[in-house]
């Protein structure tokens, strides 16, 4: 009997260590998924873009424009929700240090309002660290109220750091709906009469 209430009182004690453990590793994973995401570059969320707003606008006021290189700036846009969007011109020459402005239109094709955030994404890759925005509508969260047309500024400039080598630069934005119901499973036929 004493043996047995040991026996339990170790396995309590395991059991114990090893739901303490669980706990913090649930808690461990937020910041080792963040660190995984800068590490490698994906899913790099705008909330860190414009963080970064002060220290872009610091930058194209002390910065020289390079008039020796040309970089050519293409603007890709994706969609995933019932509206148009799109950059009024897709391609855009830039000296590295001059301050551009780039527009994009949204068009909500529903009649109910419609809440939407665009995510941002480089080509080259590498060229992300040199591509600093002022301002940009991905910056938050857009609500577009139904059928309205709206225009979103892109104003940014290009660290004349940016390597000798890149010479294109593709600015996508995937704009998706956000805050969408989730949808109800249908209830299975033994419970509808």
């Known amino acids: 009997m004493q043996a047995q209430r040991e026996d339990n009182q170790r396995m309590m004690g395991k059991l114990l260590m090893l739901a303490i ?3 913090a590793f649930g ?11 800068e590490i490698t570059g994906i899913n790099i969320l705008t909330s860190k873009e414009k963080l970064d707003y002060a220290e872009a606008k610091r930058f194209a006021e002390n910065t020289q ?5 040309k970089i050519s700036v293409e603007f890709d846009a994706n969609s995933h929700g019932p509206w148009v969007f799109k950059p009024r011109n897709n391609v855009v020459d830039a000296h590295p240090g001059e301050l551009i402005t780039v527009i994009y239109d949204i068009k909500n094709l529903e009649a109910r309002d419609i809440s939407g955030q665009a ?12 591509f600093k925005k002022l301002e940009c509508f991905c910056f938050e969260e857009q609500i577009l109220k139904g059928g309205e047309t709206r225009e979103f500024p892109v104003v ?3 660290d004349p750091k940016l390597p ?8 996508s934005y995937t704009f998706f709906e956000v805050g969408l ?3 109800q499973a249908p209830l299975p036929a033994t419970l509808v009469r």
């Open 119 to 130: 995510i941002p994404s480089y080509a080259p890759k590498q060229s992300a660290a040199h």
């Open 21 to 23: 453990l669980m706990f």
């Open 156 to 158: 940014f400039v290009i």
């Open 164 to 171: 000798d080598g890149i010479r294109n630069i593709t600015l």
């Open 181 to 183: 119901p989730m949808a």
């Open 27 to 37: 808690f461990a994973l937020v910041p080792f998924y963040e660190k995984i995401c």
């Open 65 to 69: 424009v390079d008039t020796s290189r």
